[in-house]
T-cell receptor, first 114, second 113 residues
């Protein structure tokens, strides 16, 4: 079974631009969560989608948004990029929402904002 | 506000000895805890989990202990192997917040051959 895939793996953008990251979950998984990882901050929860609906949202500004498609693939978008948005963005999928289901992470997208 | 804390950024252990990684949390509503291992350039890999109804869960060389009164959990790796060298993250969640996991900042473990 293929794992979680994320594209692109690396991205360089300039301040003020917008970016869209993509995540394909494990086949059969319907829950997708997004995290931002920065040095010293660990993984910060962005949002979670299940059946095309956002179920949870972390404490991030409205510039960060996401969506999920009917095939469970998910995208996240960051508008008006700031230098502080430079981070590793991780996507995780699980078979169902709920704490008893382990999340499986993709390799991440490394975003650099210059 | 960091609800899950890993106060040791790094740990070095000799091969064959025990590695103990610690994690503290502040939210008493957390009832599910996980440990993840992360190698460079890869996403975190699920290692082991524990529900708040237990105080210990074991899987091969890995054991997680939960002390709810102290809001503390630890991961024991026995015996430690060089391949265990990675960054370890603990994470916590409350059953009424779905998959919103709160992660610690990670502990980098180095197992010395």
């Amino acid at each position: 079974k293929a794992g979680v895939t994320q594209t692109p793996r690396y991205l360089i953008k300039t301040r003020g631009q917008q970016v869209t990251l993509s995540c394909s979950p494990i086949s059969g998984h319907r829950s997708v969560s997004w995290y931002q990882q920065t040095p010293g901050q660990g993984l910060q929860f962005l949002f979670e989608y299940f059946s095309e609906t956002q179920r949870n949202k972390g404490n991030f500004p409205g510039r960060f948004s996401g969506r999920q498609f009917s095939n469970s693939r998910s995208e996240m978008n960051v508008s008006t990029l700031e230098l502080g948005d430079s981070a590793l963005y991780l996507c995780a999928s699980s078979s169902s929402p709920g704490t008893t289901y382990e999340q499986y992470f993709g390799p991440g997208t490394r975003l650099t904002v210059t | 506000d960091q609800q899950v804390k890993q106060n040791s950024p790094s740990l070095s252990v000799q091969e064959g000895r025990i590695s103990i990684l610690n994690c503290d949390y502040t939210n008493s509503m957390f009832d599910y805890f996980l440990w993840y291992k992360k190698y460079p350039a890869e996403g975190p890999t699920f290692l082991i989990s524990i529900s708040s109804i237990k105080d210990k869960n074991e899987d091969g060389r890995f054991t997680v202990f939960l002390n709810k009164s102290a809001k503390h959990l630890s991961l024991h790796i026995v015996p430690s192997q060089p391949g265990d060298s990675a960054v370890y993250f603990c994470a916590a969640s409350s059953s009424n917040t779905g998959n919103q996991f709160y992660f610690g900042t990670g502990t980098s473990l180095t197992v010395i051959p």
